[in-house]
Antibody
Framework: QVQLVESGGGVVQPGRSLRLSCAASGFNFSSYGIHWVRQAPGKGLEWVAFIAYDGSKKSYADSVKGRFTISRDNSKNTLSLQMNSLRVEDTAVYYC??????????WGQGTLVTVSS | YVLTQSPSVSVAPGQTAIITCGGDDIESYGVHWYQQKPGQAPMVVVYDDSDRPSGIPERFSGSNSGNTATLTITGVEAGDEADYYCQVWHTSSDHWIFGGGTKLTVL
């Protein structure tokens, strides 16, 4: 079955960096685009970034553009999110989710990032 | 592009819950609906306006017309209590947009 497992979350100070990973299994990873979506504590879902199946196309929310970088390694079935210049408002659970046409059809369980001094 | 949802909806068991998602000319987009229970990841309950993934009860249905998309849950059960989010892919900005979410409370 499709599985997406996020890791790399933790507590980090404002201005520092953190790298999240998403390990995929149960499907042909190299055939699917993947998203990062976040959810601040007690808040709604916010789309963060997307990468095409082959890495040729990337898009970002305005709130993270220039600070976050999405990448993937299809040989290892992994997705990454490099987060630089972190802000308190980046505190959230970060989910990776598989793209199916315009839908996010499978989601991981998320990893919590806390930005605090 | 902004999707607007009412923050909360409350219904008694067995009644019908109607959750709306407003957006400019939203009927031009395929709308997807996600259910999220506390401590869990979101899951799809309706996609492409009105289709249901396998395993989702027929009680869940969707429609999309004009500036409003609607998720309807008939015969609401206690287990339907959750947050519901609408989502579209906004083609011109190439951004995936979520509504602010609606908390469904079963009285």
């Amino acid at each position: 079955q499709v599985q997406l497992v996020e890791s790399g979350g933790g507590v980090v100070q404002p201005g520092r960096s953190l790298r999240l990973s998403c390990a995929a299994s149960g499907f042909n990873f190299s055939s699917y685009g993947i998203h990062w979506v976040r959810q601040a504590p007690g808040k709604g879902l916010e789309w963060v970034a997307f990468i095409a199946y082959d890495g040729s196309k990337k898009s970002y929310a305005d709130s993270v553009k220039g600070r976050f970088t999405i990448s993937r390694d299809n040989s290892k079935n992994t997705l990454s999110l490099q987060m630089n210049s972190l802000r308190v408002e980046d505190t959230a659970v970060y989910y990776c989710a598989r793209r199916l046409t315009t839908l996010l059809d499978h989601w991981g369980q998320g990893t919590l990032v806390t930005v605090s001094s | 592009y902004v999707l607007t949802q009412s923050p909360s909806v409350s219904v008694a068991p067995g009644q019908t819950a109607i959750i709306t998602c407003g957006g400019d000319d939203i009927e031009s987009y395929g709308v997807h609906w996600y259910q999220q229970k506390p401590g869990q990841a979101p899951m799809v309950v309706v996609y492409d306006d009105s289709d249901r993934p396998s395993g989702i009860p027929e009680r869940f249905s969707g429609s999309n017309s004009g500036n409003t998309a609607t998720l309807t849950i008939t015969g609401v059960e206690a287990g339907d209590e959750a947050d519901y989010y609408c989502q579209v892919w906004h083609t011109s900005s190439d951004h995936w947009i979520f509504g602010g979410g609606t908390k469904l409370t079963v009285l």
